[in-house]
């Protein structure tokens, strides 16, 4: 069975408030390349179409193709409207600029993982929206009714269209961490 195509959105357009406003995919992890780079390299070894999704002037610099948030929405939805839309019959990758400790291979699980409306680890009792993959063409109208009614959690969106957990080891859940604070980045 032919696997089905994909689209990657890194979502780039929160502010990083807790960061004094840098940009956190622009953050440079151990081995000295930023977090997107990263992210790019693993997306170009498992042969992924990627985009950046929000619109930061300080990620122009990549040259990754980006897409705005959209407008029906605020926060981390209105990101994940705007990936969804663009990946049509699809399915849509979310993941999180700041996360600086994801591997090949869990891109891969999630990847390879079977078919469900959205499959995604869970950490601590809660999903882990922005490193899911959702099929873009069965969410969007769930995520579309959620932006209307003024309700932009994650949590709920993931709820409301059935999710599936992607099985994850301690090891795995911790590669799941991101970079919030400053103090977060000590932990290399």
């Given at each position: 069975m ?5 689209l990657?959105g890194v ?5 990083s408030?807790?960061?004094?406003g840098s940009?956190k995919?622009?953050l440079?992890v151990?081995?000295?390349?930023t977090?997107?780079?990263?992210w790019?390299g693993?997306f170009?070894r ?6 950046l999704?929000g619109?930061r ?7 990754w193709?980006t897409?705005?948030?959209?407008p029906a929405a605020?926060g981390?939805?209105?990101g ?11 399915y849509a990758?979310?993941?999180?600029c ?5 591997g090949d291979d869990?891109?891969r ?7 469900a409306?959205?499959?995604a680890?869970r950490?601590?009792d809660?999903?882990e929206?922005l ?7 069965r ?5 579309r009714?959620?932006a209307?009614e ?10 409301r269209?059935g999710?599936?957990e992607?099985?994850?080891d301690?090891?795995?859940r911790r ?9 977060d980045?000590?932990?290399?």
């Amino acid at each position: 069975m032919a696997m089905r195509r994909v689209l990657v959105g890194v979502l780039v357009g929160g502010e990083s408030r807790r960061m004094g406003g840098s940009p956190k995919g622009l953050l440079r992890v151990s081995t000295g390349e930023t977090i997107l780079e990263r992210w790019g390299g693993i997306f170009d070894r498992l042969g992924i179409e990627r985009v950046l999704v929000g619109a930061r002037p300080e990620y122009e610099v990549l040259g990754w193709r980006t897409l705005a948030d959209d407008p029906a929405a605020h926060g981390p939805l209105a990101g994940l409207l705007s990936l969804l839309s663009e990946a049509g019959d699809r399915y849509a990758i979310a993941v999180a600029c700041d996360m600086p400790y994801v591997g090949d291979d869990l891109v891969r699980r999630l990847l390879e993982a079977g078919d469900a409306t959205v499959v995604a680890p869970r950490r601590e009792d809660r999903w882990e929206p922005l490193f899911a993959r959702y099929d873009a063409k069965r969410v969007l109208p769930i995520a579309r009714a959620q932006a209307v009614e003024g309700r932009m959690a994650l949590q709920r969106l993931l709820d409301r269209s059935g999710a599936v957990e992607l099985p994850t080891d301690e090891e795995e859940r911790r590669a799941l961490g991101d970079w919030d604070s400053e103090t977060d980045i000590d932990r290399t």
